[in-house]
């Protein structure tokens, strides 16, 4: 498309005076660009689109198909770094993302929700300010996230993701700690009856926070443990002297205890039971706590391949007689990458 066929269609799109047919055929041609990346680069090349696009959805007088596509267009936009970058050219975007949904009975809360998650996933939304540096938005924004009307939930589920991706950069990691309301907030969010999207998005935060090796005592003494543990646990029956060394919350479980249903959980919790193995006193707490012994169950009920790997990884970590020497003392106690643990986002559920 030439620039004069842009600038046509950015007339059609903005101009009120049109009637509201034309207007609605506008955005849904320029919604059919943004479908795929090179159409995205185009919407950015042309320099107008994105700012008029930014400017729209922050009014609140608009006619709501238009309003609904221009959303549509920018959740497209916000899937490629390119798009995010031009996105964040509009000062304090985020802020005002994070604003609108302090109010439960707003428009496009699960509009806005996504494109933050998809956002955060690129680490240039570190250069606008975002709720971490504010803690009266913070509390306001987790007070709208832990309502308990689950049409209410649904709405804001995508923002579980936004909180694990920004929990992949250790600068919002640090701010998480020094926050007492979102650390409670994360450790009692991960709840077998809520979304799918929201038990991914606490399961990832969990994963991150531990890789503060700084902090894994704080955690464990915070009650980290039986949140990890028992979403993978099952019905199983262990020795007495092995079932008094849990955690509490996890001895005597009911018959039909099931484990969580979606791997990328499970890997993620044990993926962080292998992150609290990088500092001598946690490896100890889990090895005093008879962790291995929920491992071994699960290995032999797992079937998914990468799962079963991460739980292996951390089967050699709980072997360890000497920290410094694996079970065989041939080699030492090496962690597996951080980087790669703190990558492995779901792209399925964010993109």
């Known amino acids: 498309m030439t620039n004069?066929?842009?600038?046509?269609?950015?007339?059609?799109?903005?101009?009120?005076?049109?009637?509201?047919?034309?207007?609605?055929?506008?955005?849904?041609?320029?919604?059919?660009?943004?479908?795929?990346h090179e159409g995205i680069l185009q919407i950015i090349s042309f320099k107008k689109y994105v700012p008029f696009l930014v400017k729209y959805i922050l009014e609140t007088n608009c006619d709501e198909?238009?309003?609904?596509?221009?959303?549509?267009?920018?959740?497209?936009?916000?899937?490629?770094?390119?798009?995010?970058?031009?996105?964040?050219?509009?000062?304090?975007?985020?802020?005002?993302?994070?604003l609108r949904i302090c109010d439960i009975h707003g428009e496009h809360i699960k509009e806005i929700c996504y494109i933050l998650s998809n956002m955060s996933r690129f680490d240039d939304i570190l250069l606008q300010n975002d709720c971490f540096s504010d803690a009266g938005l913070l509390d306001k924004?987790?007070?709208?996230?832990?309502?308990?009307?689950?049409?209410?939930?649904?709405?804001?589920?995508?923002?579980?993701?936004?909180?694990?991706?920004?929990?992949?950069?250790?600068?919002?990691?640090?701010?998480?700690?020094?926050?007492?309301?979102?650390?409670?907030?994360?450790?009692?969010?991960?709840?077998?009856?809520?979304?799918?999207?929201?038990?991914?998005?606490?399961?990832?935060?969990?994963?991150?926070?531990?890789?503060?090796?700084?902090?894994?005592?704080?955690?464990?003494?915070?009650g980290l443990l039986p949140v990890l543990l028992l979403p993978l646990m099952g019905s199983e029956e262990y020795e007495e002297e092995d079932m008094e060394k849990l955690p509490v919350e996890c001895q005597y479980l009911e018959d039909n205890k099931e484990r969580e249903k979606l791997p990328v959980i499970r890997r993620a919790l044990v993926q962080a039971l292998s992150l609290?193995?990088?500092?001598?006193?946690?490896?100890e707490y889990l090895k005093e706590h008879s962790v291995y012994c929920v491992v071994r169950e699960l290995h032999k009920w797992e079937a998914d391949f990468d799962t079963k790997d991460a739980i292996e990884t951390l089967v050699g970590f709980l072997f360890v007689v000497d920290y410094s020497k694996v079970n065989c003392g041939t080699d030492e106690l090496i962690a597996p990458s951080v980087t790669e643990i703190l990558e492995d986002i779901p792209d399925f559920v964010v993109a």
């Open 4 to 36: 004069e066929v842009h600038e046509d269609l950015l007339n059609i799109i903005q101009n009120t005076k049109l009637k509201l047919d034309v207007r609605i055929q506008g955005f849904q041609y320029l919604l059919g660009i943004s479908a795929s």
């Open 65 to 98: 198909e238009t309003f609904n596509l221009a959303y549509r267009c920018v959740i497209n936009i916000s899937t490629v770094r390119e798009g995010v970058l031009t996105l964040l050219n509009s000062k304090d975007l985020v802020i005002f993302f994070l």
């Open 141 to 222: 924004v987790l007070k709208a996230f832990m309502t308990n009307q689950s049409e209410i939930q649904e709405k804001y589920q995508f923002l579980a993701l936004y909180f694990a991706n920004l929990s992949g950069y250790s600068d919002r990691r640090k701010l998480m700690f020094e926050n007492e309301r979102f650390l409670d907030f994360i450790f009692h969010s991960y709840n077998s009856s809520e979304t799918n999207v929201r038990r991914i998005g606490a399961a990832l935060t969990l994963r991150n926070l531990c890789s503060e090796q700084s902090s894994h005592i704080m955690l464990l003494e915070k």
């Open 276 to 283: 609290l193995c990088y500092s001598k006193r946690s490896w």
